[in-house]
């Protein structure tokens, strides 16, 4: 089946530590994004790609960082330098396609991030 | 003043109601109009989408933009208990980045 898989569904990340989130996605799509869902706050975008080897800054970019060296997969790694970073992550992925734009996103099933 | 706003609910309706989700936007350059439903501690999953004005109807579900207005809006017939989730409006501009509202939170009492 078709579609964007993260993991893991659920990670614990002690204070100071850095921890990975990983996308995946077969849909052959060429834009990836991450975002960050907080309650009250709605989906925050953190990073997003449009094509391999690179990607540009969202709104939250802070203390984040991403790769993206094949077009199936765009992990987000959340540094010690993140001073909140327990929350809910979605990992999203579009096709271009007139001019260009991109058409509509599809998701994966999220990972929640708690610090302990 | 946020680009897209959404009123969170809660919202609880009888089973069969009509249920009305509406969101407001501030730029005239959104050209592409998205409806999502997310369950608790879940991805949202994708309801509907539309380029234009006007209406488009899927199943039980009818996507409504007005441009003119700035407002869209996603009527629910017969709604079922399945329904309550959190339903999330979005927005494409020119660019490559989607603009989401908060998401308004729907119960469907049995």
């Known amino acids: 089946d078709g579609g964007i898989t993260q993991s893991p569904k659920y990670l614990f990340r002690k204070e100071g530590q850095n921890v990975t989130l990983s996308c995946e996605q077969n849909?052959?799509?060429?834009?990836m994004y991450w975002y960050r869902q907080d309650p009250g706050q709605g989906l925050r975008l953190i990073y997003y790609?449009?094509?391999?080897?690179?990607?540009q800054k969202g709104d939250i970019a802070e203390g984040y960082s991403v790769s993206r060296e094949k077009k199936e997969s765009f992990p987000l790694t959340v540094t010690s330098a993140q001073k909140n970073p327990t929350a809910f992550y979605l990992c999203?992925?579009?096709?271009?396609?007139?001019?260009?734009?991109?058409?509509?996103?599809?998701f994966g099933q999220g990972t929640r991030l708690t610090v302990v | 003043q946020k680009e897209v706003e959404q009123d969170p609910g809660p919202l609880s309706v009888p089973e069969g109601a009509i249920v009305s989700l509406n969101c407001t936007y501030s730029n005239s350059a959104f050209q592409y109009f998205m409806w999502y439903r997310q369950y608790s501690r879940k991805g949202p999953e994708l309801l509907m989408y539309t380029y234009s004005s006007g209406n488009k109807e899927d199943g039980r579900f009818t996507a409504q933009v007005d441009k003119s207005s700035k407002y869209i809006s996603l009527f629910i017939r017969d709604s079922q208990p399945s329904d309550s989730a959190t339903y999330l409006c979005?927005?494409?501009?020119?660019?490559?980045?989607?603009?989401f509202g908060t998401g308004t939170s729907l119960t469907v009492i049995p």
């Open positions: 790609s449009q094509i391999v080897n690179d990607f």
């Open positions: 999203a992925s579009s096709s271009a396609g007139m001019y260009g734009l991109n058409t509509e996103a599809f």
């Open positions: 979005a927005m494409r501009g020119t660019g490559n980045q989607f603009y």
């Open positions: 849909l052959n799509h060429d834009a």
